[in-house]
């Protein structure tokens, strides 16, 4: 497995806030299963969590993270963090190219290797001169278009 510094950075800000990191990233999902959690699972715990707390209590906490870099876990924050996300995941398409010879090294690298989708977007902006460089989303949309190559799905096994 190979995650990156940045994943590490943001696994430790979510360890001292005693927050969760929320990723689709099968692989630091598994590597770090106490602070880690699937979009699908921070949306229903922000639900039950709404569903518990007075209206008035959670307007009041928004936008008042318990540490820096980090954002009240509600179904409004997960939906306008999605949004923003395939923005940025649909640039990252329109703007990286993946060539079948490259599709085959990411494969070995998140397949057999276990990269992160950071490391994936790391490993690939140094050796193919890249300039987003360890970037998730741009790792994300790395994989979807190397996955393309086997006809496989980026976010299923074996790639997620």
């Not at 959690?37 to 008042?64: F, N």
């Not at 923003?84 to 640039?91: E, L, N, P, W, Y």
Request: net charge positive; aromatic share 8%; hydrophobic share 40%.
């Amino acid at each position: 497995m190979r995650v990156t510094k940045t994943d590490r950075t943001v696994v430790g800000e979510a360890k001292r806030g005693k927050g969760r990191l929320v990723t689709n990233d099968a692989i630091l999902v598994k590597a770090f299963p106490k602070i880690a959690m699937t979009v699908e699972q921070a949306l229903e715990a922000a639900e039950k969590e709404a569903g518990k707390t007075d209206p008035a209590a959670m307007k009041e906490k928004k936008g008042k993270p318990d540490s820096p870099g980090t954002i009240a876990l509600t179904p409004e924050s997960m939906k306008k963090l999605g949004t923003q996300a395939v923005a940025t995941h649909d640039g990252f398409l329109a703007g990286i190219r993946v060539t079948e010879a490259q599709g085959r090294v990411v494969r070995r690298w998140r397949v057999d290797s276990g990269y992160s989708w950071r490391a994936v977007a790391d490993a690939f902006s140094q050796v193919y001169d890249g300039d987003w460089g360890d970037n998730q989303l741009a790792g994300l949309a790395i994989c979807e278009m190397a996955a393309a190559w086997f006809k496989e799905d980026y976010l299923e096994p074996p790639w997620n």
